[in-house]
């Protein structure tokens, strides 16, 4: 092995055996404020400040915390199936989850970015990525329900998105793994990297109005790998900044490989020009399959289409859209502060942090300030003249930058365990806090936006060891909640949270509680299968497929007694909770079915397909409880032989008559 590599695997190993150490950080006992349980406290009856969006990594799903109290409000599915909420198991969301490749009851949710309004948060939309099944997702913070789901062509790897431009024009997503352009040429061999493999950043656009995607664009790019980004603010506002690794377009054992290197690079994009490009017509129409899903509420039925064209960009056509800025070293992230002028970059072997100027920037493109050209003539700026200054030695493995509103910046050191506040102008450590253990992304309130809130952050932790009761061989990963409002950082709370927590976004409470939608109207109810009251549930066979018009109410079902389903029928129950008061929600779940339970909302139709695999009594019952009389909230369905004489027959509060005796 060489010595360079041999200096890397020295690196590695002590990044890991740091990382996994049980010890607590240094300076750990004096980190938890003395009254950090009165500062969390949230009476009863009373109000968080914050709504806490939270990635719930190899879970696939979102979750909502409050701040300062760190309760779990709610998870909401996402890009994996869910049986609490029947999630990709009823027939009207099984579309959310198509694909290209078919039905995918799984992906790893790892970032969250809200949809924003003049560089601010405006409460209407979260977005989310999925890393494995390149996707993005639209959550409705009304409804707090994924509305929409569109794949992205042209990747591997969805890792560098969702990131927004100032007025959420455009969502942004950046391939992670470089790989060939999609279609019949992608059979190349793996060695021809540097040759065939390219990397796309894609730019889906949002309507104002209904939140709506649609990929406007692509930028073809050299066979690089995108990490954390982040869209230009007030005067950068236009521009798009992306963390690039592997500039060595390695392919095999990328630990020691992609990190030869002593800088890679963060590229730099005119997305503006790049729009004008588009709406001139420069593109190129490429052949492609990518599903867009969208959730109706009228009808509370999802949708799937496959699309079949991209337009594409390719970077090295044009001279004036991406410049490559030097960058040390195998950057994370790259983050950009409130006013937009200074660029951060957090590279996780680098011992210090790079902070660039954007005027720097603009000076030195405009005087072609210029080391070389890589990749097809991608002018590369020089490190010096793009460059404001440098925080020396703050800590060991910098992953993730955040800021204040008082002109600091906030940044995660996975390696050393800590989170390090340092202000922007001087570049000077103020504090440095410990977490427990290896923190990954951190996230202060309104800390990517315009006009931060300044006063709590959060640190997302890989590991918890000794933070909590074992459960076994794996632990809950966890969170851990500091007050940033002094000029100390002061730790107030851990709490747990779901799945692998990545990136996160605060918002005011105030901003959307008074949004949130209490029930459906059930009069609004569109769904081709609804009854709208007891009087129009029933029963219709239509061949072998038997449709079920069912209404739930505290505290029955109508029907509850079923009799004439046959062993080789499908049976559709489409239950409508025909309930009006809000948090009023009824399950329903069937013996023997392949799927899950329905959770219907007051005034929404959901259905479960059940196919039965023998005869005899099938009990059917409510699963969420809604009443003194939950317990008797239950019905039978009768499974005859396929070809009995027995009749098709419903009822409810009568008994009926045997029949095919």
């Not at 948060?121 to 009304?142: E, H």
């Not at 992670?176 to 656009?205: A, L, Q, T």
């Not at 253990?437 to 709590?456: D, I, Q, R, W």
């Amino acid at each position: 092995m060489k010595p360079k590599q041999y200096l890397l695997w020295m690196l590695a190993a002590a990044a890991v055996s740091i990382s996994f150490s049980a010890c607590k950080p240094k300076g750990a006992g004096s980190a938890m404020a003395g009254n950090a349980a009165q500062r969390t406290y949230v009476p009863p009856g009373q109000y968080d400040e914050f709504y806490n969006f939270v990635s719930g990594g190899f879970s696939g799903q979102m979750s909502v915390y409050g701040l300062p109290s760190g309760r779990l409000f709610r998870v909401i599915p996402v890009f994996s199936v869910d049986p609490e909420k029947g999630w990709g198991f009823s027939e009207e969301t099984k579309p959310m989850l198509e694909t290209s490749h078919g039905f995918i009851p799984w992906d790893d949710l790892h970032h969250i970015e809200a949809s924003f309004t003049d560089g601010m948060a405006d409460g209407k939309w979260m977005f989310a990525n999925s890393n494995n099944t390149p996707r993005l997702a639209r959550i409705d913070l009304t409804t707090y329900r994924t509305a929409e789901i569109i794949e992205i062509p042209n990747t591997g790897g969805n890792h560098c998105s969702p990131f927004t431009t100032e007025n959420s024009e455009y969502v942004i997503a950046a391939t992670r793994f470089s790989v060939p352009p999609d279609g019949p040429g992608g059979d190349v061999p793996i060695s021809s990297y540097k040759e065939n493999f390219k990397g796309h950043i894609s730019f889906v656009s949002v309507d104002k109005e209904t939140g709506e995607f649609d990929i406007a664009f692509q930028l073809k790019t050299p066979g690089l790998n995108f990490d954390l980004s982040s869209a230009g603010k007030g005067k950068s506002n236009g521009w798009l900044f992306l963390s690039c690794y592997n500039s060595e377009q390695a392919h095999t054992l990328l630990e020691v490989s992609a990190s030869q290197n002593d800088k890679d690079f963060i590229l730099a994009i005119n997305w503006k020009k790049a729009e004008e490009y588009f709406k001139a017509g420069k593109g190129t129409k490429q052949a492609v399959r990518y599903a867009h899903n969208k959730y109706n509420e009228e009808t509370h039925s999802a949708t799937s289409e496959i699309k079949t064209d991209v337009t594409v960009l390719d970077l090295a056509d044009f001279e004036d859209l991406a410049y490559l800025i030097p960058c040390p070293k195998s950057p994370h992230g790259t983050d950009v502060n409130p006013t937009g002028e200074y660029i951060i970059g957090s590279g996780k072997l680098a011992a210090l942090i790079p902070v660039f100027s954007f005027d720097k920037l603009q000076n030195a493109i405009a005087n072609k300030d210029f080391e070389a050209e890589l990749y097809s003539g991608i002018p590369v700026v020089k490190y010096e003249s793009a460059l404001y200054g440098e925080v020396e030695k703050p800590g060991l493995g910098p992953l993730h930058t955040e800021f204040d509103d008082k002109g600091n910046a906030y940044t995660s050191f996975f390696v050393s365990s800590e989170v390090v506040k340092w202000n922007i102008e001087k570049l000077e450590v103020i504090d440095r806090q410990p977490t427990y253990y290896s923190v990954g992304h951190l996230m202060v309130a309104g800390g990517n936006t315009k006009k931060p809130f300044g006063k709590y952050l959060v640190a997302y932790n890989k590991i918890t060891k000794d933070r909590f009761l074992p459960t076994g061989p794996e632990l809950c990963h966890a969170a851990q909640l500091f007050d940033i409002s002094g000029e100390k950082m002061e730790l107030l709370l851990d709490f747990p949270t779901i799945g692998e927590p990545h990136y996160a976004q605060a918002v005011p409470a105030d901003l959307i509680k008074d949004n949130s939608l209490k029930i459906y109207d059930i009069n609004a109810n569109s769904h081709p299968y609804i009854a709208k009251g007891e009087s129009e549930a029933r029963v219709e066979r239509n061949g072998n497929t038997v449709h079920v018009y069912l209404t739930t109410i505290r505290s029955h079902f109508t029907p509850d007694n079923i009799e004439g389903i046959q062993l080789g029928d499908e049976v559709l129950f489409h239950v409508t909770n025909i309930e009006q008061d809000w948090d009023m929600p009824h399950g329903f779940a069937i013996k023997g079915a392949g799927n899950s339970e329905l959770l219907v909302m007051p005034g929404e139709t959901q259905t479960l397909k059940w196919i039965p695999d023998r005869t005899g009594i099938f009990p059917m019952y409510c699963t969420d409880f809604c009443s003194a009389l939950h317990q008797e909230m239950s019905g039978y369905v009768r499974v005859s032989a396929k070809g009995s004489n027995v009749p098709l027959t419903f009822s409810t509060g009568t008994s009926q008559a045997a029949a095919g005796e």
